[in-house]
């Protein structure tokens, strides 16, 4: 392991911000080079002898390395608190897991809030504009330098599940399964549409300072919160925003006046204002230019099928949820029929929910048991 | 007819503002009185004698009294002139066509632009809150002072829809028709949800200034950009937006920045410019929280046919768009389900076509086509 790798004594799981040596800055699809650079990881659980028992967990677009213990910004659960644990798919007893932050992101890896080595301030938008193939090659660049060749299993939803479309065209040869959840292979003109929503609410506020707000002590905190709450409608659907709120008021009767009076409003305000304490303006504006700029049929003539082509000894895993609108189960079958042609193996489920594109971070019975199942038979076949 | 009646002259159109006399201000659902009031309005073809072949039109979230001519303050064409013109579902050679602008617009009907008579500032936020119902009370009041005991039809879209259904609760013995389009009995949680966002991100503007920019010689543009185009992707269907841009570049290859890089994005954009130039932030705050407080069951004992059980002598034609997300065809049906148990005559028509909400404004064969035989058999049963 190159690097120094900074653990927390105390803490059972592992893991700390890995600071790549000079010279080992990352190459980035603009041509830009990131340098120096830093990513910030979580492990659970205890590499084998044999290395075989790794898996790398992606984060979606606002998530970070924090997927199975305490946040300790916010003090709450880890994302994926209902799949990474004891008796859960991804039991540390059984597997190690490993979960990064994106590079571009706020939570230890190198992002627009780092200091900008030519500058000694920090980069604001001098960061370079990232793709996710650039945070899949700072994550293959952690793997390697773990230690690792070969990951059991890649696993993400949403972004994270477009981090694992992009292992799996990149690195096929250090996987041994991928697990696609709730993702599309490039972004739609709706998804462009509502980043876009996001993007220019933080540049409509007069605290983003064209993105210089860290040099002058200020923080877009109105812009990105308008952001996220535009971005929260998305990942719920219809049925379930009905079926938790419907009309209901926060108080007996109407206010006659622009508060909270429907819980809606208030559950989305409520939203918004945890979301600024624990996030970066610039972070959301980078990370989904990535997402925008995905488009991996794009990347290969085209034809999404080439981008599978050297990943026939990959098992794949691909799980939708039949009530997600930002990224429709028509868009997973889309990602099957390409594998299917590029003569991949792939195991697909619809899980039908009405919760919406976040049921993968729910206690889902079904999706529980859809990832146990192929976590489970992939072990075996890895022969653990 | 009281008031005066400012027309414009040279104009082949009528209308103007109409000032009701003190003390004929408007009563309001808040329990506040609007005093003085105005309704602005514009009319096309003349009142027969009978006074039996008049039309009111209602207009949408932003929409206007120029519905069939052009808006003297965009330069371009009215916004149903698709609908009403010579030739046309409304040909002004046969119908007498009025279009008003609803209370709390901003478009020359009494808003919160308007001077507050106790300030001799405008409003501003001291505007009392506003209801669908208290719209269609002005524009009752308004068909009144202009001689029409019954109209031959009122019809609208969208929140247009809402104040046909409105009328028909409230004003019945006024109605000989009445034609309800992509609207809904009530407004969703999610459709509150999006509201809620255009409303912060208006109120979020340093320019906002608590609704008193006017006095201030400011206005909020970008925070209303911002709820523009968050709104504007609720009137669009994935797949329309899909087919007119998909990932379609602006220029050759990526910017690798924030600039708009997607056809998408500056098509957004420029939604958003376009609409501060003609839109005022209050009246978007105030008309949004008035189709918040939609809730036609609500206002009836939670039962949606007792809205309707005065309106049996109405004929009702309801329309809905196959691909409207904002207000999906099923509340159309929840609407016509609750015509049929009140025991009044409605006919029901759901419009294939994939554009989404604002398929109402566009040239769609089918819709013109259900429109057209609406009306002439409506004309025909009232002796036209």
């Not at 709730?182 to 509502?194: D, E, M, T, V, Y």
Request: overall charge negative; some cysteine.
């Amino acid at each position: 392991m190159d690097g120094a790798v900074e653990t927390s004594p105390g803490d059972e799981t592992g893991g700390g911000v890995h600071r790549f040596p000079a010279g080992k800055g990352l190459r980035l699809d603009s041509g830009a080079r990131l340098e120096p650079l830093e990513v910030a990881y979580k492990t659970y659980g205890v590499l084998n002898e044999t290395r075989t028992n790794a898996v790398l967990v992606c984060h979606a677009l606002t998530g970070d390395q924090h997927a199975g213990s305490v946040n300790p910004v916010t003090g709450r659960p880890g994302w994926w608190d209902s799949v990474i644990g004891a008796g859960l798919p991804l039991d540390p007893s059984r597997y190690f897991v490993i979960a990064t932050n994106v590079i571009g992101g706020c939570m230890g890896s190198t992002g627009p809030a780092s200091v900008n080595p030519k500058t000694k301030a920090p980069y604001g938008l001098a960061f370079p504009v990232i793709t996710i193939a650039d945070m899949v090659r700072a994550q293959a660049m952690l793997v390697e330098a773990l230690g690792i060749e070969t990951l059991l299993a890649v696993v993400g939803g949403s972004m994270g599940g477009m981090q694992v479309l992009q292992w799996a065209a990149d690195y096929p040869q250090m996987l041994f399964s991928a697990v696609c959840i709730a993702a599309a292979p490039r972004h739609s003109a709706q998804n462009i549409a509502f980043h876009e929503v996001g993007r220019q609410a933080i540049m409509a506020d007069a605290d983003w300072r064209a993105g210089a707000y860290e040099t002058e002590s200020v923080r877009p905190e109105k812009g990105l919160a308008v952001a996220r709450m535009a971005a929260h409608i998305t990942y719920l659907s219809e049925a379930a925003l009905q079926r938790k709120f419907g009309r209901e008021l926060q108080r007996d009767g109407l206010s006659w006046g622009f508060d909270a009076d429907f819980q809606v409003e208030s559950y989305l305000r409520h939203q918004g204002a945890a979301f600024v304490d624990r996030f970066d303006a610039n972070s959301y504006l980078y990370i989904t230019r990535a997402l925008d700029y995905f488009d991996l049929a794009g990347q290969h003539g085209g034809v999404l099928a080439n981008a599978f082509v050297k990943a026939r000894g990959v098992r794949f895993c691909v799980l939708s949820f039949s009530s997600d609108w930002l990224y429709p189960t028509a868009e997973s079958r889309d990602i099957v029929r390409a594998l299917n042609a590029a003569g991949c193996r792939a195991s697909f489920v619809e899980i039908e929910t009405d919760k919406g594109h976040d049921a993968f971070f729910l206690d889902e019975p079904l999706f529980d048991g859809a990832l146990r199942g192929f976590f489970a038979s992939t072990a075996q076949a890895r022969g653990l």
